[in-house]
Antibody
Framework: EVQLVESGGGVVQPGGSLRLSCAAS????????MHWVRQIPGKGLQWVSF????????FYEDSVKGRFTISRDNSRNSLDLYMSGLGEEDTALYYC???????????????WGQGTLVVVSS | IVLTQSPGTLSLSPGERATLSCRAS???????FAWYQQKPGQAPRLLIF???GRAIGFPDRFSGRGSGTDFTLTISRLEPEDFAVYYC?????????FGQGTKLEIK
């Protein structure tokens, strides 16, 4: 069974930093690209970032470029999102999600964690 | 690529047919297009991938079609458990944007 478990959320002051982690199990983690998606409670989904299976390619939503860094450790089946320069607009539930396709293809996000809540507030 | 979903809210009764639309501001190549279902308090679930492929766990009353800039999700006969919010997404080019969602509610 595929499982994705996010951690690291919490309350942080504006301008602060936070590292989110996602522990993956139940599939060949090293073969799949991974995504972070966020959702302000009661609002829609916003795609945040992607990392390819081997970590060589990373993509970001424009509003987080230069502030967020996605990384992965295939030896530990883990995905991270380092967030800095946080603003109130970054307050959201952050989901880790697995890409359905393997290798260099894309296929939609077929498994999601339950999310970790980030609140940016003074 | 900006995705615009319509309608914002769709009010229908069980047994009726639902048609949800998503229009892209640019062509979505390779039909790299998905639909997701999200119920309150739950993470989204992949429903349709590659524009028309149905994900595991969803019955054949759900179907997706479209190409280029216009995509449609159809639910042939609504069941009570189908009332939820539906999002479209393109993954042909970064950023892999989502639409704003269509809320399918019971009339």
């Amino acid at each position: 069974e595929v499982q994705l478990v996010e951690s690291g959320g919490g309350v942080v002051q504006p301008g602060g930093s936070l590292r989110l982690s996602c522990a993956a199990s139940g599939f060949s983690f090293e073969q799949h690209g991974m995504h972070w998606v966020r959702q302000i409670p009661g609002k829609g989904l916003q795609w945040v970032s992607f990392i390819s299976w081997e970590g060589a390619a990373t993509f970001y939503e424009d509003s987080v470029k230069g502030r967020f860094t996605i990384s992965r450790d295939n030896s530990r089946n883990s995905l991270d999102l380092y967030m800095s320069g946080l603003g109130e607009e970054d307050t959201a539930l952050y989901y880790c999600a697995k890409d359905r396709a393997s290798g260099y293809d894309y296929g939609g996000l077929d498994h999601w964690g339950q999310g970790t809540l980030v609140v940016v507030s003074s | 690529i900006v995705l615009t979903q319509s309608p914002g809210t769709l009010s229908l009764s069980p047994g009726e047919r639902a048609t949800l639309s998503c229009r892209a501001s640019q062509s979505v190549s390779s039909n790299y297009f998905a639909w997701y279902q999200q119920k309150p308090g739950q993470a989204p679930r992949l429903l349709i991938f590659d524009a028309s492929g149905r994900a595991i766990g969803f019955p054949d009353r759900f179907s997706g079609r479209g190409s280029g800039t216009d995509f449609t999700l159809t639910i042939s006969r609504l069941e009570p458990e189908d009332f939820a919010v539906y999002y479209c997404q393109q993954y042909t080019s970064s950023p892999f944007t989502f639409g704003q969602g269509t809320k399918l509610e019971i009339k």
